[in-house]
């Protein structure tokens, strides 16, 4: 046989064994393709996830979100925000100048802050620093509809403000009102509030100190400050800080940051201080406090003239409590000396630095009381009694 011949047979023999493992093949694998395919429906599919390594898909069970799958925290964070929120109020200001040109006036968009309602007369609680400098003050609720406010009262140096709106007692919600003097470290604090203009914001948190001190609009430090690391950003200001059952603790004010955004530490005006000046504002439009009616020099006057720690007094009314306790003021003699008067450096042993000590001492009184002032007159350390009285 040649060698042709034996070549088409090798062939042709190869040929017929390719043909049948694929018709073997075929008859293997179509019984279990066919099984698949019958024993599978659309709504039995399930959801594969791609990206398995080994090329292989992953089944993932997928479970409708309900109320049974929430834990008990978050049943009632989501409760606390659906009862509290149409408390809490977005506040807008403007200021009204005249244009250059035309000479029309018009509405100049200033800032925003939060604000809560005190009352179902209409009042709503927020800072000073929100509504400082602005003529013009909108209110608007979670639902949108928004009320012209009228200033009531402001406390510069406490930052809290009053603002009325005329709004039908029943869109008015108070926020219940805790206390403050009892909080704990740890604690879970809840701010809501209005951050870069987005309303209706809740952040939690817990509180992360007591005690701070930060400084007012007005220079005078406001103590018992509460610190949280609820996140507060500007916005928040004016907001409402809730404990866990949804009292009022704090008055959201001011963080602390380089960059001048959130970074883990915000400050609150605590409630016990906010129960006794928001009244004040609301009967008086400011706060009415005991005192001395003396003229006091400024700390940095004083630190100019290298005088010991305490407050110098510049000038005593002739008629007054200060001129019948004997408190001396600061005079020229006739010759053009200047005479400094009295240091006050204690009040009830209380001792006394600056204009800001004075100030906060007095809030532990009221008028009529009697109270020692410790004095430093030409060297001499002299204890006066003073009876306080109402300062305009």
Do not use: C
Request: hydrophobic residues 45%; negative net charge; without cysteine.
């Amino acid at each position: 046989m040649s060698a042709v011949k034996r070549s088409i047979i090798v062939v042709l023999a190869v040929m017929n064994l390719s043909l049948l493992l694929m018709v073997a093949a075929s008859l293997f694998l179509r019984p279990v393709l066919t099984k698949r395919s019958d024993s599978s429906t659309a709504s039995d599919q399930p959801i594969a996830v791609s990206g398995v390594r080994d090329g292989a898909s992953q089944e993932v069970p997928v479970h409708a979100p309900t109320a049974g799958n929430l834990a008990d925290t978050e049943t009632r964070t989501i409760e606390l925000f659906r009862v509290t929120s149409p408390s809490v109020v977005h506040i807008t200001t403007s200021k009204v100048a005249r244009d250059y040109f035309s000479m029309n006036v018009q509405e100049i968009p200033q800032g925003s802050g939060t604000g809560f309602v005190w009352d179902k007369a209409g009042h709503i609680v927020t800072n000073n620093h929100v509504i400082q400098n602005a003529d013009v003050a909108m209110v608007a609720f979670d639902d949108q509809t928004s009320y012209p406010a009228k200033l009531v009262g402001v406390a510069p140096d406490k930052d809290l403000a009053v603002l009325l709106i005329d709004a039908p007692a029943e869109r008015l919600r108070p926020i219940p009102r805790g206390v403050s003097a009892d909080l704990e470290v740890g604690r879970t604090a809840l701010a809501i509030g209005n951050p870069f203009g987005l309303d209706q914001t809740l952040t939690t948190g817990v509180i992360s100190a007591l005690g701070r001190e930060i400084k007012s609009d007005s220079g005078v430090p406001i103590k018992d400050v509460i610190q949280t690391d609820a996140a507060i950003n500007p916005g928040n200001s004016g907001g409402p800080l809730l404990d866990r059952s949804g009292q009022l603790i704090g008055v959201n004010t001011a963080i602390y940051s380089p960059s001048g955004a959130y970074a883990g530490i915000g400050f609150a005006i605590p409630v016990d201080t906010v129960r006794w000046v928001v009244p004040e504002l609301i009967e008086h439009g400011r706060i009415i406090r005991p005192g001395i009616a003396i003229t006091v020099a400024s700390d940095s006057m004083s630190k100019r003239f290298k005088l010991p720690p305490g407050v110098l007094i510049l000038d005593v009314p002739e008629r007054g409590n200060a001129v019948d306790a004997g408190l001396q003021p600061t005079r020229r003699t006739r010759f053009g000396d200047i005479v400094l008067g009295d240091i006050i450096v204690a009040v009830d042993d209380m001792k006394v630095t600056s204009t800001a000590d004075l100030t906060l001492i007095f809030e532990n009184y009221e008028s009529g009381d009697v109270v020692d002032v410790t004095v430093i007159r030409q060297g001499a350390e002299l204890d006066l009694s003073v009876e306080l009285e109402t300062l305009d």
